[in-house]
């Protein structure tokens, strides 16, 4: 039962890259959300998405989009990633009220 | 103000001791809360829910006050194994809509 996966498990990106950060449940959850987690800070949401097809901002979307390819899969994209963006990011689903998280990305932007 | 607010610690305490944890959130409109706790450079996992009449697993007991708005947890015989990040989450609902708030977490170390 693999639960969450996320992929990369690490990434070193230079100022100004892009990538996109994966992630697919196979728990048939309907909500999917993108989480960065930083020194003091906890874990803050990025972007979520409620269902297949929809997608909204959380607390700190600026300098990332998302996808949602379908219900299983839903991606995080950096356009042009910056040193601030230097972050762990932890991907969710929800059943009911608790949240099932991957193992999460280590990205450093240098 | 942060709408989750836990002590950081680090909490250092020797093997069979009683710890106890504390949250406070600001938001009235919160509908459910819970600990997770989080292992060195690992994904939060769902420790327990909190109740109004207290809620009791093993060693963890989380209880909730919704008229001071505070959330503890009370860890009793302390294992090596409780070493990890406690996170204190609470599910709001508001003119906003749903969303899931992360406290900081509060660092625990048991030692030997």
């Known amino acids: 039962n693999a639960g969450v996966t996320q992929t990369p498990k690490f990434q070193v990106l230079k100022t100004g890259q892009s990538m996109t950060l994966q992630c697919a449940q196979d728990?048939?959850?309907?909500?999917m959300y993108w989480y960065r987690q930083d020194p003091g800070m906890g874990l803050r949401l990025i972007y979520y998405?409620?269902?297949?097809?929809?997608?909204d901002k959380g607390e700190v979307p600026n300098g990332y989009n998302v996808s949602r390819l379908n219900k299983r899969e839903f991606s995080l994209r950096l356009e042009s990633a910056a040193p601030s963006q230097t972050s762990v990011y932890f991907c969710?689903?929800?059943?009911?009220?608790?949240?099932?998280f991957g193992q999460g990305t280590r990205l450093t932007v240098v | 103000r942060k709408e989750v607010e836990q002590d950081p610690g680090p909490f250092n305490v020797p093997e069979g001791a009683t710890v106890a944890f504390n949250c406070t959130y600001s938001?009235?409109?919160?509908?459910?809360f819970f600990w997770y706790r989080q292992d060195c450079r690992k994904e939060p996992k769902l420790l327990m829910s909190?109740?109004?009449s207290g809620n009791e697993d093993g060693r963890f007991t989380a209880q909730l006050n919704r008229a001071s708005q505070y959330i503890s947890l009370l860890i009793r015989d302390s294992k090596l194994s409780d070493s990890a990040t406690y996170l204190c989450?609470?599910?709001?609902?508001?003119?906003?809509?749903?969303?899931?708030?992360f406290g900081a977490g509060t660092r625990l170390f048991v030692k030997a």
């Open positions: 969710a689903s929800r059943q009911a009220t608790e949240a099932f």
């Open positions: 728990m048939n959850h309907n909500s």
């Open positions: 998405s409620a269902s297949e097809g929809t997608t």
């Open positions: 938001n009235s409109a919160s509908q459910s």
């Open positions: 909190v109740y109004s």
């Open positions: 989450v609470v599910n709001i609902i508001d003119t906003g809509g749903f969303k899931t708030i």
